[in-house]
């Protein structure tokens, strides 16, 4: 089966451009997940999405921050207009979250290194 | 200069060792609890979990023991090999209401594993 799967692997882009990140969860979940990792804070996350909806997006560091899921299987984090601190991997993650709020895996793509120069 | 991060605590061990990452969780209503195991370059790689109306939960070369009242965590791992060597993380979350997926992670631990 496929797992997550995210694009770019790798980018480098210069300060002030624009950066988008891709992810195609694991097909049937309904529930998605942007987190970021950094030596400083270790693993965050930002914001998720069930059923396309976004739920909690507190960790959304800015408003240079923004993400969307048109649908469900696919979803974009943006950074717009991205800074040297921005500078992480990017996972996203998904699971099948069971009516009631069940608990159940949460399983990773393999992420979006990104550095801004 | 020096950078700052996190410093990770390290375990070493010898193939064939058993292993016992430990961690301690923050939050008295985080009732699912799962470990991971990250290699470099790669994502979290989900290993086992265990929900907290259970104590004990084994799968294949590992355990995962939980003690809710001291709010602590270790996964053991059996006959540890090379391809073991990685950073392991614990996570929790509370499964209820908004917070659901919302995993707090613990800082990771290293693990090397010397043939």
């Known amino acids: 089966d496929a797992g997550v799967i995210q694009s770019p692997r790798h980018e480098v882009t210069e300060m002030g451009q624009e950066v988008t990140l891709r992810c195609k969860p694991i097909?049937?979940?309904?529930?998605l997940f942007w987190y970021r990792q950094t030596m400083m804070r270790g693993l965050e996350l930002l914001i998720y999405?069930?059923?396309?909806?976004?739920?909690?997006d507190s960790g959304m560091p800015e408003d240079r921050f923004s993400a969307k899921m048109p649908n469900a299987s696919f979803s974009t984090l943006k950074i717009q207009p991205s800074e040297p601190r921005d500078s992480a991997v990017y996972f996203c993650?998904?699971?099948?979250?069971?009516?009631?709020?069940?608990?159940?895996?949460?399983?990773f793509g393999e992420g979006s290194w990104l550095t801004v120069v | 200069g020096e950078s700052v991060g996190l410093h990770l605590p390290t375990l070493s061990v010898q193939e064939g060792d058993n292993s016992i990452i430990n961690c301690a969780y923050s939050?008295?209503?985080?009732?699912?609890f799962i470990w991971y195991k990250q290699e470099s370059g790669k994502g979290p790689q989900f290993i086992i979990d265990?929900?907290?109306?259970?104590d004990k939960r084994q799968g294949q070369r590992v355990t995962v023991l939980l003690n809710k009242t001291v709010k602590h965590l270790s996964l053991q791992i059996a006959a540890t090999q090379p391809g073991d060597s990685a950073v392991y993380f614990c996570?929790?979350?509370?499964?209820?209401?908004?917070?659901?997926?919302?995993?707090?992670f613990g800082q990771g631990t290293i693990l090397t594993v010397h043939p």
């Open positions: 939050n008295s209503a985080s009732d699912y």
């Open positions: 097909s049937g979940h309904n529930s």
């Open positions: 993650a998904s699971t099948n979250r069971a009516q009631g709020g069940t608990g159940n895996t949460i399983y």
């Open positions: 999405f069930n059923n396309n909806v976004p739920i909690d």
């Open positions: 996570a929790e979350n509370y499964a209820g209401g908004t917070s659901y997926g919302k995993l707090t």
């Open positions: 265990i929900r907290s109306n259970m």
